[in-house]
């Protein structure tokens, strides 16, 4: 029993090993291909990969000259533990750029984001950004939407309005939703950085995000969706071969 187990346990750390390389890989490239060298006001998103994004801007040699905006709470602590100085979307609304992850990413740069429940404070500086740019690894690639981010659409609502919201997201064809929920950590629904909830709705694969996304946004209670669309300017993947991919918006 021991013999057999010890390869399959080494296999899994190698993997592990090889997903946060092409995590790193990704992120350094997109930094060095893409930070303006004059940027004044720079967006930090939150994830597994933009750890890296943050660690690699905290080495650049200007950054004192800008600050770091973030999208909730875990990407402040990353701005504060590489020493860049942190601002606020209130003090400076106009961002020369943004990095952020994805759950997953279509050829066109429609995106799926929303998993670790920072969907509207990322969305919100995104927007604000003159470029955004998505850092991921290869198993964030997908050729529709939904077809590998199989959890659904995360959705920001108002708390007390998730009873209603439900009901409308099965009139709009919705396969399965569910409140999320908080863990072993928390009895009840995770809550946002914006004290909302959270709805994960599957429609399972997505023909037409932008449709549904406006569909979605008009429900009465709904903060804003998941669906990132044709707001990213490039997606950077590390590849399980040691290189990085590159997908570019055509908008």
């Keep these: 029993m021991l013999r057999r187990f ?4 080494y296999s899994t750390i190698e993997i592990m090993s090889q997903i946060e390389s092409a995590k790193k890989l990704a992120a350094y490239k997109a930094v060095d291909e893409n930070f303006p060298k004059d940027a004044k006001v720079v967006g930090i998103g939150s994830g597994s990969t933009v750890i890296y994004v943050a660690e690699r801007i905290g080495q650049l040699p ?8 973030p999208t909730g709470f875990q990407s402040r ?14 003090q400076y609304p106009d961002l020369d750029i943004a990095f952020d992850g994805a759950d997953e990413v279509a050829p066109n740069l429609d995106v799926i984001k929303g998993g670790g429940a920072c969907l509207f404070q990322e969305k919100l500086v995104a927007s604000n950004a003159k470029k955004f740019i998505i850092v991921a690894d290869y198993r964030k690639k997908s050729q529709i939407l939904g077809s590998k981010w199989t959890q659904g659409i995360p959705i920001e609502i108002v708390p007390n309005s998730y009873t209603t919201i439900i009901r409308e997201l099965f009139k709009l064809g919705c396969k399965k939703v569910e ?10 629904p995770v809550i946002t950085d914006n004290n909302n909830f959270l709805l994960d709705a599957d429609f399972a694969e997505i023909e037409n995000p932008k449709e ?15 669906l990132f669309i044709q707001m990213a300017d490039k997606a950077y993947f590390g590849e399980e071969d040691g290189d990085v991919k590159t997908w570019e918006s055509k908008k």
């Design 6 to 9: 010890i390869p399959r346990y």
């Design 212 to 226: 549904l996304h406006e569909k979605i946004k008009m429900l009465v209670g709904v903060v804003d969706t998941g």
């Design 179 to 188: 409140l999320r929920q908080g863990g072993k950590a928390k009895a009840g």
């Design 77 to 90: 602590q990353l701005i504060i533990d590489n020493k860049l100085h942190l601002g606020s979307i209130e």
């Design 62 to 69: 200007n950054k004192d000259d800008f600050k770091c905006i």
